[in-house]
């Protein structure tokens, strides 16, 4: 089945500065990779994804690359702020669910 | 906008009680899901549903149930709760039509204590 590998698990950053996470999947089927915000005491939700038919996508100061040969995509955000701040999943297509990485806790100090 | 609302915001449980967690979306989706969330762990899928009276088991099935008689409601049984069910479980939905692989929109979360 799917594994996806996520990190770093933690990640601090000064504001205005760039991070960047990283994943790994086993598939090599896998076609449709989306990031999940998780801020404190709240739900989760989708922030991008990107589908194997392109190599990068962008929406203001977050994009997403993904490298099919070597089989991982990586999450960029630029300019960081304090809301940034949160949990961060990747996932990756199984049969028709996702398998989720473990996340990475991002803290983006003022 | 879509919403799935879960039942409860916070519950304690005693071991052995039966344990029934409620799930309902408004977006008429297809899809519904119930995972667990571990700190280090993230979340795994403990069953999910692709239609009314169906259901598949996920990743961590053993010690749950789940039902869906209507399509806007799924809902998660632990049959008899033990303490290593303590967690947060989540909710989510999604639709099957138009592309494959669809946005996931997730319930608030129920945190669950087992004593």
């Known amino acids: 089945g799917e594994n996806v590998e996520q990190h770093p698990s933690t990640l601090s950053v000064q504001e205005g500065d760039s991070a960047v996470i990283k994943c790994t999947y086993s598939?090599?089927?896998?076609?449709?990779f989306p990031w999940y915000k998780q801020e404190l005491g709240k739900r989760p939700q989708l922030i991008i994804d990107?589908?194997?038919?392109?190599g990068e996508k962008k929406d203001q100061r977050i994009a997403v690359t993904l490298n099919k040969t070597a089989k991982h995509f990586s999450l960029h955000i630029t300019e960081t702020q304090p809301e940034d701040s949160a949990v961060y999943f990747c996932?990756?297509?199984?049969?028709?669910?996702?398998?989720f990485g473990p996340g990475t806790r991002l803290s983006v100090l003022p | 906008d879509v919403k799935v609302t879960q039942s409860s915001r916070y519950l304690v449980k005693r071991t052995g009680e039966k344990v029934f967690l409620e799930c309902v979306q408004d977006m008429d989706h297809e899809n519904m899901f119930w995972y667990r969330q571990d700190p280090g762990l993230g979340l795994r899928l403990i069953y999910f549903s692709y239609d009314v009276k169906m259901k598949e088991k996920g990743d961590i099935p053993e010690g749950y149930s789940v039902s869906r008689e209507k399509k806007e409601r799924f809902s998660l049984i632990l049959e008899s709760a033990s303490t290593n069910q303590t967690s947060m479980y989540l909710c989510?939905?999604?639709?099957?039509?138009?592309?494959?692989?669809?946005?996931?929109?997730f319930g608030p979360g129920t945190r669950l204590t087992v004593t």
């Open positions: 990107i589908r194997s038919n392109v």
């Open positions: 989510a939905s999604s639709s099957r039509r138009g592309r494959p692989f669809r946005e996931q929109y």
């Open positions: 996932a990756a297509p199984y049969g028709q669910n996702f398998v």
């Open positions: 598939d090599s089927a896998s076609n449709y």
